[in-house]
């Protein structure tokens, strides 16, 4: 399987959100989200309902924040406008998981209704490819988040 690259000048915004998606995706642990200061106000749900491979492929950086106040964006798992990391949603906007060539260099004309995914996780985390080719280290695999597919140890 080829490896996607993306060679842009500024991939900060890559690394924000794979380290958004590395805190609200980490396992399976029946864990509570807390905010900064120890309380609840950010989140009160469980990890699980961001871990789970439905919420990844269709919702993570897809449905829009319903939070109305300042946060920070690379901790939600939900989308903002004008954020880079956002995703179009695969189920409405019928693109593969093939990155976009325009996208690469730099700009897509086509913009939502181009036929390639825009970005890493639009690659990652397209139904198409989600969990379906085998991680090259298998049940030794130790990410915290891995888009490739395991055996059962």
Same mark, same amino acid.
């Given at each position: 399987?080829?490896?996607?690259?993306?060679?842009s000048?500024?991939?900060?915004?890559?690394e924000?959100?794979?380290?958004?998606?590395?805190r609200?995706?980490?396992?399976?642990?029946e864990?509570v $989200?807390?905010? &900064?200061?120890?309380?609840? #106000?950010?989140?009160?749900?469980?990890?699980d309902?961001?871990? =789970?491979d +439905? /919420?990844?492929?269709?919702?993570?950086k897809?449905?829009?924040c319903?939070?109305?106040w300042?946060?920070?964006?690379?901790?939600?798992?939900?989308?903002? $406008?004008?954020? &880079?990391?956002r995703?179009? #949603?695969?189920?409405?906007?019928?693109?593969?998981?093939t990155? =976009?060539? +325009? /996208?690469?260099?730099?700009v897509?004309?086509?913009?939502?209704?181009?036929?390639?995914?825009?970005?890493?996780?639009?690659?990652?985390?397209?139904?198409t490819?989600?969990r379906k080719?085998?991680?090259? #280290?298998?049940?030794?695999?130790r990410?915290?988040v891995?888009f490739f597919?395991?055996?059962?140890?």
């Amino acid at each position: 399987m080829a490896h996607i690259h993306f060679t842009s000048p500024d991939v900060s915004h890559y690394e924000s959100a794979l380290s958004a998606l590395q805190r609200f995706l980490p396992s399976n642990k029946e864990e509570v $989200l807390h905010g &900064k200061d120890g309380g609840s #106000d950010d989140f009160d749900i469980f990890v699980d309902a961001f871990s =789970c491979d +439905d /919420f990844r492929m269709f919702d993570f950086k897809v449905k829009n924040c319903a939070r109305a106040w300042s946060h920070d964006w690379t901790e939600c798992p939900f989308a903002h $406008l004008s954020e &880079k990391a956002r995703r179009r #949603d695969p189920r409405k906007y019928h693109y593969s998981g093939t990155a =976009c060539p +325009d /996208f690469k260099k730099g700009v897509c004309r086509k913009g939502d209704v181009c036929e390639y995914a825009h970005g890493v996780f639009e690659c990652w985390l397209h139904p198409t490819r989600y969990r379906k080719p085998p991680c090259k #280290d298998g049940t030794h695999c130790r990410r915290r988040v891995c888009f490739f597919a395991h055996m059962s140890k």
